[in-house]
């Protein structure tokens, strides 16, 4: 069995298990990834406000670079992310490790309490000093602005990219045997989709979110029905890019008797 079928194997009897088990404290390792999230982008987003005076070309390089260090919480601390459940999900139930009933009942399960952390705690950054700042021009502002004006086809195909980004991540995760090497490969991944303003499901419940509670008013594109349009397409780009892109071409390429297994 190759290293990438035995992680994925190990993952998803894990998941299984304490879903089974406990939903609470399931739900709660999925509300920490989203709290994660939220906290890189709420960061990230102040110091862009703060760069953009200086520099406002850095201001998105800045932002890139905040937000990637939340994927490693996620990884190094072991909560529940559902855009990486959807590749090891996706792939335990190819090789039949779960069955796709339990795969799409634990990654629906897994979103919604990703977006009840990242709720949770957008709420208590819009209670903070800082976010008592944030005015119609603040990079949150525009940010959430630009992807609230995209196109289905244009969030589609961008969830798509978004979640390769994510996923090459977690295999440089699995793959790299030393600690230090996996910290860079994994922030480069994630500042690439981020830089390229690619649309994740639970990075934007985190930047909708913190716009949401904002004291900023009439932002565009902002209401309930354009919301939850996003975030639909979204979701089925990411599992495109997660789950059948990096995940089922991997499983493939280690389903074979030569030595070149990953």
């Not at 298990?17 to 939903?23: A, I, W």
């Not at 939340?70 to 069955?99: H, P, Q, R």
């Not at 397409?233 to 280690?254: D, E, H, K, S």
Request: hydrophobic residues 55%; aromatic residues 16%; proline residues 2%.
């Amino acid at each position: 069995m190759s290293q990438f079928q035995t992680a994925v194997t190990a993952a998803c009897q894990k998941k299984e298990q304490l879903f089974d088990e406990s939903l609470t404290r399931y739900a709660l390792r999925s509300m920490l990834a989203g709290g994660y999230l939220t906290a890189s982008t709420a960061c990230g987003a102040i110091a862009a406000d703060i760069i953009a005076p200086l520099s406002p070309a850095l201001s998105r390089f800045i932002f890139a670079f905040i937000f990637a260090f939340g994927l490693l919480y996620v990884v190094f601390l072991n909560s529940e992310l559902a855009t990486s459940n959807m590749m090891f999900l996706t792939v335990g139930s190819y090789y039949k490790v779960i069955s796709w009933k339990k795969t799409v009942t634990i990654l629906l399960y897994c979103t919604f309490f990703n977006f009840v952390g990242a709720t949770l705690l957008a709420y208590l950054f819009n209670q903070s000093f800082s976010f008592s700042q944030l005015t119609d021009h603040s990079f949150l502002v525009n940010a959430v602005q630009t992807k609230l004006a995209k196109s289905d086809w244009q969030n589609l195909i961008e969830g798509v990219t978004a979640n390769i980004f994510v996923n090459i991540a977690i295999l440089c995760f699995i793959f790299i045997k030393e600690q230090s090497a996996k910290i860079p490969l994994i922030l480069s991944a994630i500042f690439m989709f981020v830089f390229l303003v690619n649309e994740h499901l639970i990075a934007n419940f985190a930047s909708f979110m913190l716009a949401a509670f904002s004291q900023v008013e009439n932002i565009q594109g902002l209401s309930l029905t354009n919301v939850l349009r996003q975030w639909a397409v979204v979701f089925i780009g990411n599992w495109i890019g997660g789950g059948l892109f990096i995940g089922l071409t991997y499983a493939w390429l280690n389903q074979t008797k030569s030595p070149y297994k990953d």
